[in-house]
């Protein structure tokens, strides 16, 4: 399946202190400091823009800096044999280009002079080849943060600055991308700019997926102190999301479920619960007449006021809202619902006073309670449940879209909203931006221990909520204005690149005609033909 989340096309990268690297280890002839004043001197932005030679600029800021010619020519000559190509970027630009199937234009722009690009073009790692094009300013004849000069390479290019992205590790050159509609990424840190590519340009689908698969039966939670352990609720949570019991492990319970697998965490024993219980009969398949036993054993939990306790214990009573409505669903899936209606009555009034917002005994996000109750009212096909919850559940879930949260938080909300067709553009992207670059999504805490308060958490529960909840929101998209369709090609003439300098352009170089945004990405559009950009030799 092809990425259908790219809203971007076009990557342009800087190449100092971005694809190349400066030796730590470097000396040269001019301390550091004086050397910075001669790289931002007016003489040497006319030497980067093509306007003198060489030569020229080391006379003019000899003169200036009152520093023989001969040593500021050996001093950028040591500076400049001290450059190394960023190998790991360079592998992740072709990691890129790869999954794109030819979608991606890659185009370098660098301040830089033509005898130091030159230069770099003559060194023995082949960077060159994951470009389409480089643009040196010294044969733009503009330098950045100049408007000019991106302006001459989205003529040039016939790019359109909304799906393109700009690397820079100047915040000036970033800043002026950013202000023609371009996406900035200041080059601050690799381990994030590397994530932050990956997640603009990969498909977030398949790369949380793949994550699954590779972690296959071994989706185990941990606590916020750190402590690994065996669960049985999280696993069916992730087999409801996902259909894949090769990605769970869960025991062998011949009738109720247990939480844990194996040996509690804070005792010797711990008794069935309800919630667990529910689940594992609402998403796995069991015998009706089984079924129906334990959902008698279940009202015999109800308390005074007709409220479903959490254990089947009748030592321990608690009571627990989120578990309430896990309970509900069961029972409505079972057509046995009103046999709740006072447990049924609590969780309105819950969602109605919005008692949600600060958790519960067991669960943290109020997103998680939304989610939830979407389950139960794509369980309850009782027209009065479906009359009286509908309405204020959607006016609670319009409160929630934008609210701050973390992924898992994001995502219950998004797959909430989606149930009742209601797409989160805004939440989306964040959720498709928190990806890691391991393809999964970061650890967050789902529920804590009442006895105890520590919280726990699943990196493979949070993954595959936030898959779902990519699928669900693209299955679903908002009322989309279609984009104009990219101008033929310019016919002006274009900047006349050396043949080392170019490479011949990608054969399946498209034109994009009326694609549908979503946020920052791109739904499904169809192919244009194909517009024509050749490279000058």
């Known amino acids: 399946m092809a990425s259908v989340y790219r809203r971007y096309t076009t990557l342009i990268l800087d190449l100092g202190?971005?694809?190349?690297?400066?030796?730590?280890?470097?000396?040269?002839?001019?301390?550091?400091?004086?050397?910075?004043?001669?790289?931002?001197?007016?003489?040497?932005?006319?030497?980067?823009?093509?306007?003198?030679?060489?030569?020229?600029?080391?006379?003019?800021?000899?003169e200036e800096f009152d520093i023989d010619a001969d040593v500021i020519a050996e001093a950028f000559r040591q500076a400049r044999e001290s450059l190394q190509p960023n190998e790991e970027f360079i592998a992740l630009i072709r990691e890129l280009r790869s999954q794109s199937h030819g979608d991606l234009t890659v185009l370098a722009?660098?301040?830089?002079?033509?005898?130091?690009?030159?230069?770099?073009?003559?060194?023995?790692?082949?960077?060159t080849s994951i470009f389409d094009r480089i643009f040196p300013s010294a044969l733009v004849g503009e330098r950045k943060p100049h408007l000019g000069c991106y302006r001459k390479?989205?003529?040039?290019?016939?790019?359109?600055?909304?799906?393109?992205?700009?690397?820079?590790?100047?915040?000036?050159?970033?800043a002026s991308a950013r202000s023609l509609g371009m996406h900035g990424i200041v080059f601050d840190n690799q381990s994030n700019v590397f994530r932050q590519l990956r997640n603009i340009f990969g498909d977030p689908i398949r790369r949380g997926q793949s994550y699954l698969r590779r972690h296959a039966g071994k989706l185990e939670s941990s606590t916020d102190s750190g402590a690994v352990f065996e669960e049985n609720f999280t696993q069916l949570i992730i087999y409801e999301l996902t259909h894949d019991k090769s990605l769970i492990t869960t025991s062998e319970c011949p009738r109720t479920w247990n939480f844990f697998r194996g040996k509690p965490l804070f005792s010797e024993t711990f008794p069935d619960d309800v919630d667990t219980t529910?689940?594992?009969?609402?998403?796995?398949?069991?015998?009706?007449?089984?079924?129906?036993?334990?959902?008698?054993?279940?009202?015999?939990?109800?308390?005074?006021?007709g409220i479903m306790q959490t254990y089947f214990d009748h030592s321990r009573p608690r009571m627990d809202p989120f578990v309430c409505v896990n309970v509900l669903s069961l029972?409505?899936?079972?057509?046995?619902?009103?046999?709740?209606?006072?447990?049924?009555?609590?969780?309105?009034?819950?969602l109605l006073h919005r008692a949600y917002h600060g958790g519960s005994r067991y669960y943290l996000s109020p997103d998680c309670f939304l989610y939830f109750v979407s389950r139960l009212l794509q369980r309850a096909h009782d027209p009065e449940v479906?009359?009286?919850?509908?309405?204020?559940?959607?006016?609670?879930?319009?409160?929630?879209?934008?609210?701050?949260?973390?992924?898992?938080?994001?995502?219950?909300?998004?797959?909430?909203?989606?149930a009742v067709g209601i797409v989160c553009p805004r939440d989306v992207e964040k959720l498709i931006a928190a990806q890691c670059d391991d393809g999964g999504w970061?650890?967050?805490?789902?529920?804590?221990?009442?006895s105890t308060g520590v919280k726990a958490g699943n990196r493979g529960l949070t993954t595959a909520l936030a898959i779902k909840a990519i699928e669900n929101s693209v299955a679903r998209p908002p009322s989309p204005a279609p984009s104009p369709s990219p101008s033929p090609a310019s016919s002006t003439s274009r900047l006349?690149?050396?043949?080392?300098?170019?490479?011949?352009?990608?054969?399946?170089?498209?034109?994009?005609?009326?694609?549908?945004?979503?946020?920052?990405?791109?739904?499904?559009?169809?192919?244009?033909?194909?517009v024509s950009a050749p490279l000058q030799a």
């Not at 594992?280 to 015998?287: E, G, I």
């Not at 970061?442 to 009442?450: A, V």
């Open 17 to 62: 202190d971005v694809l190349f690297r400066w030796s730590p280890h470097t000396e040269t002839a001019i301390p550091p400091r004086q050397l910075k004043e001669i790289l931002s001197s007016v003489t040497w932005f006319e030497y980067e823009r093509g306007g003198i030679s060489q030569a020229e600029c080391y006379q003019r800021c000899a």
């Open 109 to 127: 722009l660098s301040n830089i002079s033509l005898p130091d690009y030159e230069y770099i073009t003559s060194l023995r790692s082949d960077w």
């Open 153 to 174: 390479v989205v003529k040039e290019m016939n790019l359109e600055p909304s799906t393109t992205v700009f690397v820079d590790d100047k915040l000036d050159n970033v």
């Open 278 to 305: 529910s689940v594992a009969l609402t998403v796995l398949d069991h015998d009706p007449e089984l079924v129906s036993s334990i959902l008698d054993e279940m009202l015999s939990l109800v308390d005074a006021d």
């Open 331 to 350: 029972f409505y899936q079972h057509g046995r619902g009103h046999q709740l209606s006072q447990t049924l009555d609590w969780v309105y009034e819950v």
């Open 386 to 418: 479906q009359s009286r919850f509908s309405p204020l559940f959607i006016e609670r879930l319009h409160e929630r879209i934008g609210a701050a949260g973390d992924s898992m938080d994001l995502a219950f909300r998004i797959l909430a909203a989606a």
């Open 442 to 450: 970061d650890l967050c805490w789902f529920y804590q221990f009442g």
């Open 496 to 530: 006349e690149i050396p043949k080392p300098f170019s490479r011949s352009p990608s054969p399946k170089r498209l034109g994009m005609s009326g694609p549908i945004r979503f946020g920052h990405f791109l739904l499904p559009w169809r192919r244009a033909n194909k």
